[in-house]
């Protein structure tokens, strides 16, 4: 069992990638299996794991978010540029949008993380008001370009109140994933061996799971 911070740092920089939660596949490991239930939501930045995770991306440990497939997960640096190779989208963003490939929504938060730099989620739900694009639309769009290594979690803060007084679990603090993460991508791999990084650590995680299940898994495109 993880009791630290530390001890899920080590885990991580071991296994390569770790799902937040079961993924409901028998021997993938997750944090929420590798951890004591009532350390969770307690606030202890110590001891709960909820607050581990958003330390790991803001300290720059390696990759917290909507990573592994559609889940949220973590991902070690050493192995961040090989799943960027996968699954970032290189094609400019006025050209997805232009032939239909880039939804409203997702094209008003990746314009407004380019633009601005650091935004947090409270933010980026003000400007998606503006533009007619309900919360719960904006807060798909940023998983789904965290998922295409677009954006990337870069910490946390907290919502504060008129008088400046923070209230509330913290909220996200997202950043283009290639500013997020420049020292991790000096050396991006072919898309051949970026899959075959990831499938050695996949394999050392479950050897019951078939390459092409694990694909399916991770979203891992070729």
């Known amino acids: 069992m993880l009791d630290s911070y530390a001890q899920l740092c080590a885990a991580i920089d071991e296994l390569g990638f770790l799902f937040l939660s079961d993924p409901g596949i028998a021997g993938v490991p997750a944090l929420t ?15 709960d794991p909820w607050c581990w995770k958003n330390r790991y991306a803001g300290e720059k ?10 889940a ?8 961040y540029a090989s799943f960027y190779a996968l699954r970032h989208r290189a094609a400019p963003r006025e050209e ?12 008003l938060v990746w314009r407004a993380v380019e633009q601005f730099g650091l935004l947090d989620t409270a933010a980026l739900h003000r400007l998606a008001k503006e533009g007619g694009i309900s919360p719960s639309r904006c807060d798909t769009a940023i998983k789904s370009l965290q998922n295409r290594f677009v954006i990337a979690l870069s910490g946390s803060t907290r919502r504060r109140n ?12 997202y950043e283009p994933a290639w500013v997020w ?3 991790f991508l000096a050396d ?10 990831i499938l050695d650590a996949a394999r050392r995680q479950c050897a019951a799971l078939t390459d ?3 694909m399916k898994l991770l979203d891992l495109r070729v």
């Open 33 to 47: 299996g590798m951890t004591q239930g009532d350390c969770w939501h307690t606030g202890d930045a110590a001891t």
């Open 61 to 70: 440990r390696g990759a917290y978010g909507a990573l592994l497939g559609k």
């Open 72 to 79: 949220q997960g973590f991902v070690a640096p050493g192995l």
């Open 96 to 107: 997805l949008y232009r032939k239909g490939q880039l939804p409203a929504a997702e094209e």
């Open 162 to 173: 008129a008088r400046g007084e923070a209230y509330g679990w913290s909220i996200g603090v």
């Open 181 to 183: 993460m420049e020292p």
């Open 188 to 197: 991006i791999p072919h898309k051949d061996q970026a899959l075959a990084n």
């Open 212 to 214: 092409k299940e694990w």
